[in-house]
C-alpha cells in the first residue's frame, strides 16, 4: 500500500482525467485539479500508514526486564541462547 499509492498518484498527474478535486471543481478548490484515481491514492497511502503503526507490534529492547520476561514465555527452541 504504501509504495503502490505514491507510484499510482505519479504516473495519474501524467494521465489527462477529469478532476473530481479541486481547481476548477466544487469541491477543496485550493487544491490543484485531482482526479478520482489520486485522491483513491492518497486515501490508501493514508490506511497504509495508520496499518503500519497499528499493527508493528510492542517496540521489545534486549536487555530489559520486559524482553526477558517475553523471552521467558517462549518455546525452548525457539528461545535465544543466552550467555
Known amino acids: 500500500m504504501l509504495l503502490e499509492a505514491?507510484?499510482?498518484?505519479?504516473?495519474?498527474?501524467?494521465?489527462?482525467?477529469?478532476?473530481?478535486?479541486?481547481?476548477?471543481?466544487?469541491?477543496?478548490?485550493?487544491?490543484?485539479?485531482?482526479?478520482?484515481?489520486?485522491?483513491?491514492?492518497?486515501?490508501?497511502?493514508v490506511a497504509g500508514v495508520v496499518l503500519w503503526f497499528a499493527f508493528r507490534g510492542p517496540k521489545i529492547v534486549p536487555g530489559e526486564p520486559e524482553a526477558q520476561e517475553h523471552n521467558a514465555d517462549a518455546p525452548a527452541a525457539r528461545r535465544p541462547l543466552v550467555a
Open 6 to 45: 505514491p507510484t499510482r498518484y505519479i504516473l495519474e498527474m501524467l494521465r489527462q482525467e477529469p478532476a473530481v478535486v479541486g481547481h476548477g471543481t466544487q469541491y477543496l478548490r485550493f487544491l490543484p485539479p485531482q482526479s478520482f484515481s489520486m485522491v483513491l491514492s492518497f486515501v490508501l497511502f
